[in-house]
């Protein structure tokens, strides 16, 4: 029996024989598996992008909203026919009672118009308190965030956003000066540093006053929603029951809140994402089977191209099983060097959409790029059964005949 | 002492459309070990046929062939490529060689299918090229080599496995006659060496050289005669 050193080199040496065919064959498993890894990258930056996006939000958090509504870390609706009671800031501060959370910081959202001297524009004007710069992990690019106190303490100061500071102040210093809120003045005492991405907020665009003057300009004593953050992941769920059992017992047993955990959302996004990515995965690895059955045709011309020497092969002594390892292994290493080829390939390709698209970490996952070789050796080699056994098989006299 | 081949009743059909020829038609022959044996015959006679059962490229539809004693019909086609490897050497009219590989490697694909190391590999062709004068051409391609050449590197490797019987379908149908004068030579001297030699051909000429000629009508021997008595028979 020959050795499998020989084998392979044999097998490589009829590959390197039939450079076109070689070429062909490499191609089309190259492209399969290229395929596979830069659509499991686009899918897998996708989820990415989602999941650092919720992530930038801060951990472990639960947002309560004012409405009861039937949900699962979906967008909340508050049922028809029922007035939710207000979600005050007296609520807010209720929820520190429990020990699985640590801080919260109750807000309170309103357009307005912005201006200092005779510039103005139109900002979004967020009221919070102290603990929302560490909670949504934001940091000051300059002065101090928004003084600790007594939460219905209407201080007139306000941090103000990159994008705001500007488009209002130019090249004078900011900090120190009287902005106008509506109708009420406010002393900018800090400036955000101009943050990621974060859900659905920009960073620059903002103004953010006490939670209290918010609700005086707005003249609404109803929160937009209180963000909590539990001491740690496993606190969360018994955070949630905390949450709405305090808030029960303040509004007379009425369950009229819904609490959001950042994780339910988070879980679904990365569910939708990883069937998103599978399905891509699936979809390119059809082009493998393909590949595979174009191996096949190329390798049923290659027996039939090389006859004689299969036949010459086994006037010389070559049992049927070796003929058949011969072109097993030739397929094989033809569709692992494809496989190889098209991870590189591939890699290249994922690396050019990060540099095109910087925010999308268009990275295939392990998996990914594992099982599209998996199934580029797996088909090469499988689909050549056929033909490998057709040259095994082959009569030795009608091969050597020369016709 | 037994006989290097025995065939007894050998018959080889061949089904051609609804009508079945018979290539062998009861076939009965004995090769000693060390015998230089021609088969002639008209084109489509069986001599080729008996030349592959003979070699144990084809199988036989009936009859009993023994080689070395030993029924070699009831084995396997892993088994009989196996003898095929280590007791039979083939010489073929288009020599086929393997177009890819150089002299010394077409040389070693017997040792490399008998899972003989590199290095002895190596060793033995290049020493089997250098007897048959091609030691220059060890690293040429078979399109690098002039027929008689090439027919010597498919001689070499017929060889190298030392096998107890070449079998070679005209081997000289596709060489000048000069060459052909000169692989017959290395054959007969491969013969007076021991090897049994069975030559295939429709050439009187080469014919006429071997010790003993079998002559084949379809199918049959019509006539299976010594050149000269005294050397018809060894051992």
Same mark, same amino acid.
């Given at each position: 029996m020959a050795r499998p050193g020989d084998v392979a080199a044999f097998a490589l040496g009829a590959l390197r024989g039939y450079r076109l065919r070689t070429l062909l064959m490499l191609v089309a498993m190259g492209i399969g598996v290229a395929a596979v890894v830069v659509l499991t990258a686009l899918g897998e930056g996708a989820r990415r992008y989602v999941a650092d996006s919720f992530a930038s939000l801060g951990t472990h958090l639960l947002i309560v909203l004012p409405g009861r509504a039937e949900t699962r870390g979906g967008v909340p609706t508050t049922l028809m026919g029922e007035t939710p009671r207000d979600l005050t800031l007296d609520d807010a501060r209720a929820l520190l009672r429990s020990r699985h959370i640590r801080r919260i910081a109750p807000i309170s959202v309103g357009g307005s118009v912005v201006s200092w001297r005779a510039r103005q524009r139109d900002s979004l004007v967020l009221g919070t308190s102290a603990d929302f710069l560490a909670i949504r992990r934001w940091s000051m690019r300059r002065g101090r965030f928004l003084p600790r106190g007594e939460l219905d303490a209407a201080e007139p100061v306000c941090v103000i956003g990159e994008t705001v500071r500007?488009?209002?102040?130019?090249?004078?210093?900011?900090?120190?000066?009287?902005?106008?809120?509506?109708?009420?003045?406010?002393?900018?005492?800090?400036?955000?540093?101009?943050?990621?991405?974060?859900?659905?907020?920009?960073?620059?665009?903002?103004?953010?006053?006490?939670?209290?003057?918010?609700?005086?300009?707005?003249?609404?004593?109803?929160?937009?929603?209180?963000?909590?953050?539990?001491?740690?992941?496993?606190?969360?769920?018994?955070?949630?029951?905390?949450?709405?059992?305090?808030?029960?017992?303040?509004?007379?047993?009425?369950?009229?809140?819904?609490?959001?955990?950042?994780?339910?959302?988070?879980?679904?996004?990365?569910?939708?994402?990883?069937?998103?990515?599978?399905?891509?995965?699936?979809?390119?690895?059809?082009?493998?089977?393909?590949?595979?059955?174009?191996?096949?045709?190329?390798?049923?011309?290659?027996?039939?191209?090389?006859?004689?020497?299969?036949?010459?092969?086994?006037?010389?002594?070559?049992?049927?099983?070796?003929?058949?390892?011969?072109?097993?292994?030739?397929?094989?290493?033809?569709?692992?060097?494809?496989?190889?080829?098209?991870?590189?390939?591939?890699?290249?390709?994922?690396?050019?959409?990060?540099?095109?698209?910087?925010?999308?970490?268009?990275?295939?996952?392990?998996?990914?790029?594992?099982?599209?070789?998996?199934?580029?050796?797996?088909?090469?080699?499988?689909?050549?059964?056929?033909?490998?056994?057709?040259?095994?098989?082959?009569?030795?006299?009608?091969?050597?005949?020369r016709r | 002492?037994?006989?290097?081949?025995?065939?007894?009743?050998?018959?080889?059909?061949?089904?051609? !459309?609804?009508?079945?020829?018979?290539? =062998?038609?009861? %076939?009965? $022959?004995?090769?000693?070990?060390?015998?230089?044996?021609?088969?002639?015959?008209?084109? !489509?006679?069986?001599?080729?046929?008996? =030349?592959?059962? %003979?070699? $144990?490229?084809?199988?036989?539809?009936?009859?009993?062939?023994?080689?070395?004693?030993?029924?070699?019909?009831l084995l396997s086609d892993e088994q009989q490529a196996a003898v095929r490897n280590r007791t039979i050497g083939f010489v073929f009219q288009f020599f086929h060689l393997v177009p890819r590989l150089t002299a010394q490697e077409n040389v070693e694909l017997p040792m490399l299918l008998a899972g003989i190391a590199p290095e002895e590999r190596a060793e033995r062709a290049a020493s089997v090229l250098d007897r048959l004068g091609l030691a220059d051409r060890r690293h040429h391609r078979p399109d690098q080599l002039s027929g008689g050449q090439r027919q010597r590197v498919a001689i070499a490797r017929a060889t190298v496995m030392q096998p107890a019987l070449i079998l070679a379908d005209e081997p000289t149908g596709n060489l000048d006659t000069h060459s052909g004068a000169e692989v017959i030579g290395i054959l007969e001297q491969l013969n007076d060496e021991g090897i049994t030699l069975i030559v295939v051909t429709h050439d009187t000429g080469i014919a006429g050289r071997a010790r003993r000629r079998v002559h084949i009508v379809d199918g049959a021997i019509q006539s299976d005669q010594a050149r000269d008595p005294a050397h018809g028979e060894t051992g």
């Open positions: 500007r488009e209002l102040f130019g090249v004078t210093p900011a900090l120190g000066r009287w902005l106008r809120i509506g109708e009420y003045r406010f002393r900018v005492i800090g400036i955000l540093s101009p943050t990621g991405r974060s859900i659905g907020v920009d960073t620059g665009e903002l103004v953010i006053i006490p939670v209290a003057s918010a609700q005086a300009i707005f003249n609404n004593p109803s929160l937009f929603r209180i963000i909590v953050e539990a001491r740690s992941r496993e606190d969360i769920p018994r955070a949630k029951a905390d949450i709405i059992r305090i808030i029960r017992e303040r509004h007379q047993g009425e369950e009229d809140v819904t609490v959001v955990t950042q994780d339910a959302v988070l879980a679904t996004f990365d569910r939708i994402f990883r069937a998103l990515t599978l399905a891509v995965g699936g979809i390119a690895a059809i082009s493998l089977g393909v590949a595979g059955i174009l191996i096949m045709n190329v390798m049923l011309v290659a027996v039939t191209q090389r006859r004689p020497e299969i036949g010459l092969l086994k006037a010389l002594g070559a049992a049927p099983r070796t003929i058949l390892l011969l072109f097993l292994t030739e397929a094989a290493l033809l569709s692992s060097a494809g496989a190889g080829l098209g991870l590189v390939v591939g890699q290249a390709g994922s690396w050019a959409v990060r540099l095109g698209f910087p925010v999308l970490p268009a990275h295939a996952p392990w998996w990914a790029s594992l099982a599209g070789v998996l199934v580029a050796v797996g088909t090469g080699t499988l689909f050549s059964l056929l033909p490998a056994r057709r040259a095994a098989r082959l009569d030795p006299v009608a091969a050597l005949a | 002492m037994t006989a290097l081949v025995r065939l007894q009743g050998i018959r080889r059909d061949f089904r051609v !459309g609804d009508q079945v020829v018979h290539a =062998l038609d009861g %076939i009965d $022959l004995t090769v000693e070990a060390g015998e230089y044996l021609a088969v002639t015959g008209p084109s !489509g006679s069986g001599k080729s046929t008996l =030349l592959n059962v %003979i070699g $144990l490229l084809d199988r036989p539809t009936a009859g009993r062939y023994e080689l070395r004693g030993e029924d070699v019909t």
